[in-house]
């Protein structure tokens, strides 16, 4: 008689067990029952249960639990006294922790169990369910046996709150298979012939041992050239055996790498974790190359070792070293997945191969196109982490975070060597840091050069007319070189696209882009820029320059018309006047530093139609530019020069001052 809190104990059951546990539990105990009586015809037959209502789909109803029956020793008093002691150490040498049975507990209601056994020369039936409160064996029967033979018959029923996972027979049989391969495999320990049925039909039947070994077989063992590798643990060193197995039409399934302890596997985890190209499935032709006999199969890595055994928890679903980094054991999961996944790797072959040189070659492409910024960077990168097919974003991403890695590297090499006191490492030192510097510096500047052709491309296609034959507004061109409604204190440094009209005007101060200068309805000029010129500092604010834009619509010329109240180049007159007559602050309140010495720039930027270049001859008083595509002015009274520029011209100078960067890069 136990005493025992047999629904505490089960509640606390945690650790990486699932509702395919106990069933392994419960074929593990039969094939051991059959070992310890020693018989050849070793015989398990697994019936499974249903219950509730057929599935429309597959007719099938739910999986309610399962019978699992043996032909080994029975329940003899000693077994019977071992199951009802928590952490018997009967099966110790076999790997026995004396506490699966109650992992059936967990995921079902009623455990049963109907065994003979043979006491001296007479066999016995015995009975008992296993109980929730103070006993594990409860409502125990012992008679005298009729039967010819021993054996057991456990059933767990009544599943729990969970449910089943799968319906189809042949899902069930292909997980418990890979889940007891070891066993299956085991040359020195012959398995029992396993059998998988519905208890409803008694004449069918599935034989697990038929998934191995025979022609067209579901698993075949893969060989390999070196299937052993020994890690340290602290002071000691550790052993292990990598088994490596096709397992064909896997479906769904995924390649794995699985650790086992006492031939049961205990984990399983996607070998793409270590080796991204694990992540399809693979396929192998026919008998003589032939295409429409091949089968598809995935890949799973057995590891064995007595540092699995030894480590395995209590319910067998997890062990007790660490996923990762383990300083108290030496070794980790991740280390012995990792050493399985590449003898994995090995045993394929030149498929694993083929599948990391697509890989390099669309990481190319994309460094070639999208991102020649990082074609240095790109050449000292370890890809192998990134996923097998991977998008513009795991690249991108993948070369951001090893750019940093390099320049945080390089910053604290930098920081050290002027904390030295050695004078002799300074020189060749030096020398490295600057060619890391450099090539840092360079892919910066390649990746700013790339923004920019693709810049002039959008702003090319700007100026091209529409579908309806019409031209976009002076606004969606306006916003490619500065969003309206903004000045500089909305936008970031570089968030303004200002060099395609003058390369000086990306260091300015302070712009402002279609904002009122003095009041929220006030006049407000395209884009007017307060610049700060680096030979200027300090007392000389006043001799800054400001500039001045106006952009009129692409081919619009109504306001050179003699009735038009839009005259660009009266406007930019007019706003010159104002500022230097001190009416304008800026929109966040600062005074606009000016004096009579202070030179103005004005651009008018539109399409320089014949209308408008009478205009600017016979009224304006402009003189034309040597290329035709633009005129100037200077209005000497008011200290501002002047000019009226094509969209062609700008779009067409901007492109002549980048051209050798473009050419540089290749995507000219």
């Given amino acids: 008689m136990s005493n025992v809190n047999v629904r505490r104990l089960v509640e606390n059951i945690r650790s990486g067990t699932n509702v395919y546990t106990p069933l392994v539990e419960l074929v593990v105990n039969a094939i051991q029952a059959i070992d310890q009586k020693g018989v050849k015809n070793g015989l398990i037959q697994i019936e499974i249960l249903r219950s509730g209502q057929a599935d429309i789909i597959d007719r099938l109803e739910d999986i309610d639990g399962f019978i699992v029956k043996d032909n080994g020793v029975g329940f003899t008093k000693s077994n019977r006294d071992s199951f009802d002691t928590l952490y018997t150490e009967q099966k110790i040498a076999d790997g026995g922790k004396g506490f699966g049975r109650f992992t059936c507990l967990k995921y079902f209601n009623h455990v049963t169990v109907a065994s003979t056994f043979a006491n001296g020369d007479k066999l016995h039936d015995r009975s008992f369910r296993m109980g929730l409160d103070k006993d594990i064996i409860v409502d125990e029967t012992i008679a005298a046996s009729d039967k010819q033979e021993t054996g057991t018959a456990v059933e767990i029923s009544g599943i729990k709150s969970v449910k089943f996972p799968d319906k189809r027979l042949d899902t069930v049989s292909r997980v418990i298979v890979e889940r007891l391969l070891p066993y299956f495999v085991d040359k020195d320990r012959t398995c029992p012939r396993i059998l998988i049925r519905e208890a409803s039909e008694p004449s069918g039947g599935v034989s697990l041992n038929d998934y191995l070994g025979k022609e067209n077989s579901q698993i075949v063992e893969m060989r390999v ?36 302890a006492h031939r049961r596997e205990v984990t399983d985890n996607p070998l793409q974790a270590y080796i991204p190209e694990f992540a399809e499935e693979f396929y192998e032709t026919g008998p003589d190359q032939d295409l429409a006999k091949g089968r598809n199969f995935v890949v799973k890595s057995y590891v064995f070792g007595d540092y699995l055994n030894d480590n395995v928890s209590l319910e067998r679903g997890e062990f007790r070293f660490q996923t ?126 790339s923004m920019r052709k693709c810049v002039l491309d ?147 930027v539109c399409d320089l139609t014949a209308k408008v270049r009478k205009w600017l001859e016979f009224e304006k008083d402009f003189t034309p530019m040597p290329d035709g595509l633009g005129w100037f002015r200077w209005f000497g009274n008011n200290s501002l020069y002047m000019e009226v520029l094509s969209w062609t011209k700008l779009l067409q100078d901007a492109e002549m001052r980048n051209k050798v960067f473009f050419n540089k890069l290749g995507i000219d």
């Fill in 324 to 449: 990762d980094n383990d300083l108290l054991s030496g070794i980790s999961q991740s280390e012995i997945e990792q050493k399985a996944a590449e003898i994995a790797q090995s045993a394929l072959g030149s498929e694993i191969t083929e599948r990391k040189s697509r890989k390099q070659a669309r990481i190319a492409d994309y460094v070639a196109a999208e991102a020649p910024w990082h074609r240095t960077l790109a050449n000292e990168v370890d890809f192998d982490a990134l996923p097998m097919r991977p998008s513009n974003q795991d690249i991108e991403l993948h070369l951001q975070k090893k750019k940093y890695e390099k320049e945080v590297k390089t910053r604290s090499q930098v920081a050290a060597l002027l904390k030295s006191e050695n004078p002799d490492e300074l020189g060749e030192k030096i020398i490295q840091l600057m060619d890391s510097i450099s090539d840092t510096s360079k892919n910066d500047l390649i990746h700013y050069v």
């Fill in 225 to 260: 050239e070196q299937g052993t590798f020994t890690l340290p643990a602290n002071k000691d060193t550790k052993d292990f055996q990598v088994r490596v197995f096709k397992l064909y039409a896997p479906r769904s399934a995924k390649s794995k790498v699985s650790l086992v």
């Fill in 458 to 604: 959008l702003f090319s296609k700007s100026l091209e007319i529409n579908v309806d034959g019409k031209h976009k507004s002076e606004g969606d061109v306006h916003d490619i070189i500065m969003r309206r409604k903004k000045d500089s204190e909305d936008l970031d440094y570089d968030a303004h696209n200002l060099w395609i009209l003058d390369e000086r005007l990306n260091f300015s101060s302070y712009v402002s882009s279609d904002k009122p200068l003095n009041k929220p309805n006030g006049d407000r000029t395209d884009i007017t820029i307060y610049n700060r010129r680096v030979a200027f500092r300090s007392e000389n604010e006043a001799s800054n320059p400001i500039t001045i834009f106006e952009f009129k619509k692409p081919q619009r010329d109504n306001f050179a018309d003699p009735s038009s109240k839009e005259d660009p180049i009266q406007q930019i007159v007019r706003y010159v006047n104002q500022i230097r007559e001190g009416k304008f602050k800026t929109p966040t309140g600062r005074d606009i530093i000016v004096n009579s010495t202070t030179p103005f720039y004005g651009y008018v």
